[in-house]
């Protein structure tokens, strides 16, 4: 079957052993995307934000042939699907410049839009009256500082959370536990940019204001209250659902995962050192039965109105990560929505189907997507191809 189209994924592939072979990152994803774009009539390209050339409208990166990657030069895509994850400002800048510059030749990006910092999705999603009660208070914390902090510890004795307002994956995040006993001071567990664990003990308040204020004037955090979103036996968990756009443009629940974190960690994040567990089972040995379906049907509910509210006011998206968080009383909490969405639980879960059903509104969303984008510019869609497509949604 000929070639109906052609994707383009972006990201920070890179050559080894003198350019023969490439460090994928998400290789997983990336092949897969590959292998079922092919059987779906997808030419699929990898390539670097640096590898598209302007002047004569080409890609130079790599597909999959034979099972390996290969050097592979293509003309610009018919869609773009961003998974560049930036190391600084520098590379973040280039990385949206090359994504303007092939929307201007008419190469939409799958995922569209970025979401802004933490703190103004929070703000957004506090304005819903059905998702209000999910939002946990939230503070900016800056340089000088001291006297919000010293608000928050006497407001909560169970201990603040900070998290870098851009983070991800769990990197930078502090908890702060004040110690009653044996003379006071202060516990604290973080983890460092590396994602590394570490624990910290300050003995009375001016140090732990110190502290606090050296991090802070780093890099920009938020302060919340320290929820006790942990096991019956005392673990970190959260839940994640990844909310995915079909191929007719309705947001669908692709897969839900419980990330539950390493002993004596704070975080969930398998990043860190976590591990997955199917929802339903853990929820009900967590909860009991009635309470486990109630809340699987707030998150199930809860993110589908999340993935719409951002959708309204920051522009388009084809896949949210949306992660939960439960205290032992069956409370409910949003902890943070990501644009680029992991699939790493669907592996850790062995929901091999889950996982190519993910892949396939994937290219489904984007066939949508290129056929729109075809019709704003006035072209014709190749009657076949389209055809070809709708018979693959049903």
């Known amino acids: 079957m000929p070639?109906?189209?052609?994707?383009?994924?972006?990201?920070?592939?890179?050559?080894?052993?003198?350019?023969?072979?490439f460090k994928v990152p998400e290789e997983r994803l990336c092949r897969l995307l590959a292998l079922c774009g092919e059987e779906?009539?997808?030419?699929?390209?990898?390539?670097?934000?640096?590898?598209?050339?302007?002047?004569t409208g080409q890609i130079d990166g790599i597909t999959l042939h034979n099972g390996a990657w290969v050097r592979h030069l293509t003309s610009a895509p018919h869609i773009v699907y961003d998974r560049h994850f930036s190391r600084d400002a520098g590379d973040r800048a280039a990385a949206k410049h090359t994504l303007q510059q092939l929307k201007l030749l008419g190469s939409p990006a799958l995922n569209g839009s970025p979401l802004p910092g933490k703190r103004e999705v929070y703000r957004k999603?506090?304005?819903?009256?059905?998702?209000?009660?999910?939002?946990?208070p939230t503070y900016l914390l800056s340089p000088g500082s001291e006297r919000l902090l010293n608000g928050m510890l006497a407001r909560f004795p169970d201990g603040v959370f900070m998290k870098p307002t851009n983070g991800m994956q769990g990197k930078g995040t502090i908890a702060i536990q004040h110690l009653p006993l044996n003379g006071g001071g202060y516990l604290i567990k973080g983890r460092s940019s590396q994602n590394k664990p570490y624990t910290l003990m300050l003995k009375d308040r001016n140090r732990l204001l110190t502290w606090v204020g050296e991090h802070s004037s780093r890099r920009p955090y938020l302060l919340q209250p320290l929820l006790s979103l942990l096991t019956a036996a005392g673990d970190p968990y959260d839940v994640r659902v990844l909310v995915q756009k079909d191929g007719n443009g309705h947001w669908r629940i692709s897969g839900t995962a419980v990330r539950k974190?390493?002993?004596?960690?704070?975080?969930?994040?398998?990043?860190?050192?976590?591990s997955a567990h199917p929802l339903s089972p853990f929820l009900t040995m967590q909860f009991g039965n009635q309470q486990a379906v109630e809340?699987?049907?707030?998150?199930?509910?809860?993110?589908?109105?999340?993935?719409?509210i951002l959708e309204q006011s920051y522009g388009r998206f084809a896949e949210l990560g949306l992660d939960f968080g439960i205290e032992p009383d069956g409370r409910l909490w949003f902890i943070e929505a990501n644009s680029k969405p992991g699939r790493t639980f669907f592996r850790r879960l062995?929901?091999?189907?889950?996982?190519?059903?993910?892949?396939?509104?994937?290219?489904?969303?984007?066939?949508?997507?290129?056929?729109?984008?075809?019709?704003?510019?006035?072209?014709?869609?190749?009657?076949?191809?389209?055809?070809?497509?709708k018979s693959f949604h049903s």
């Open 350 to 389: 062995g929901d091999t189907k889950g996982e190519l059903r993910s892949v396939s509104w994937l290219l489904q969303y984007a066939w949508t997507l290129c056929r729109q984008s075809a019709l704003r510019r006035g072209k014709v869609v190749n009657p076949a191809a389209d055809a070809y497509h």
């Open 261 to 274: 974190g390493a002993p004596g960690t704070m975080t969930a994040n398998l990043h860190g050192g976590g």
């Open 295 to 308: 809340l699987k049907e707030h998150m199930t509910t809860s993110a589908l109105l999340t993935a719409r």
């Open 125 to 136: 999603l506090a304005g819903s009256q059905e998702l209000r009660s999910l939002i946990p």
């Open 40 to 55: 779906n009539g997808w030419e699929t390209t990898v390539f670097h934000p640096a590898a598209y050339n302007p002047s």
């Open 3 to 21: 070639m109906l189209k052609r994707l383009a994924i972006m990201s920070a592939i890179s050559p080894v052993l003198g350019g023969t072979t």
